[in-house]
């Protein structure tokens, strides 16, 4: 260290990027562990009706087609139940979202869970699932958004 007045400057080395890497990943694995788990605790105890003003839940949906995507993804396209226009929400393409009965609480376990591929203007929203469920895709259903998932 040299000294300058009172000041004292430390020289700063670079650090070799496979030594960050290694450093930073449990900490992006603590944050990630973090979201998830807020996620979840704030959803099982958030009010659907307040979740939808907030935009985090879309209720009332019905899935209007299926189609099969690539590397063998299968897309819902949702619609509105009770109109021609998506509730208000806060729902991008990529966030990660779960899919269940309108009539379920967020407490209650998913019928599956999924990505936003495609939001058509306010009209409908698609997600692509790895797995879709084997029944439910005829009764009313929500959207609820989740923490995403960070990709290692």
């Keep these: 260290m040299a000294m300058v007045g009172d000041k004292t400057k430390k020289k ?8 960050f890497i290694s450093n930073m990943n449990p900490l992006v694995d603590l944050e990630k562990e973090a ?4 996620s979840i605790s704030s959803g099982a105890s958030r009010n659907l009706d307040g979740a939808q003003k907030r935009g985090s839940t879309m ?4 899935c209007v087609d299926v189609q099969t995507g690539l590397m063998g993804k299968t897309l819902l396209e949702f619609q509105s139940a009770k109109g021609d226009v998506l ?7 990529h966030d990660v979202v779960v899919l269940k009965l309108n009539k379920a609480d967020s407490g209650s376990p998913a019928l599956g869970q999924g990505v936003d591929y495609w939001l058509k203007l306010d009209s409908s929203i698609t997600v692509a699932f790895d797995d879709i469920p084997d029944e439910g895709l005829n009764s009313p259903l929500h959207l609820e958004k989740v923490a995403n998932e960070l990709c290692n």
């Design 12 to 19: 700063l080395t670079a650090v070799p990027l496979q030594q």
């Design 35 to 38: 979201e998830m788990s807020t």
């Design 59 to 62: 209720l009332n949906l019905k």
């Design 87 to 93: 509730p208000t929400h806060k729902f991008g393409t």
